[in-house]
């Protein structure tokens, strides 16, 4: 059963980075396609990045995001830079089975981590 951990989230100042982590388990890693989305409270959840033979942003994060994936440490990061207040919201990575399809949006994705929070402050 794959399983999804994140870490790396907490608070900081607009302006500021944090560098999420999604660690992978339970099946081979680097044949599936992984996103990471975001839930602000009383919004929809909302597709930040994903990776999946292509790498795609939200209009919202791109040129201050950065999805990367580490394959033999089993890990997918998020490097996020020039955080606005905006961005708080809890963290999610996900997993998705080939053919990966419409990567930034949630139904096709499987499993879920239970998310990490991330607070920007004015």
């Known amino acids: 059963q794959v399983q999804l951990v994140e870490s790396g989230g907490g608070s900081v100042q607009a302006g500021g980075s944090l560098r999420l982590s999604c660690s992978f388990s339970?099946?081979?890693?680097?044949?599936?396609?992984m996103g990471w989305f975001r839930q602000a409270p009383g919004e929809e959840r909302e597709g930040v990045t994903a990776l999946g033979g292509s790498i795609y942003y939200s209009d919202s994060v791109k040129g201050r995001f950065t999805i990367s994936r580490d394959n033999d440490g089993n890990t997918l990061y998020l490097q996020m830079d020039s955080l606005k207040p905006d961005d708080t919201a809890m963290y999610y990575c996900a997993a998705q089975w080939p053919p990966c399809r419409a990567l930034l949006t949630s139904q096709w994705y499987k499993y879920w981590g239970q998310g990490t929070q991330v607070t920007v402050s004015s």
């Open positions: 339970g099946d081979t890693y680097n044949a599936y396609c």
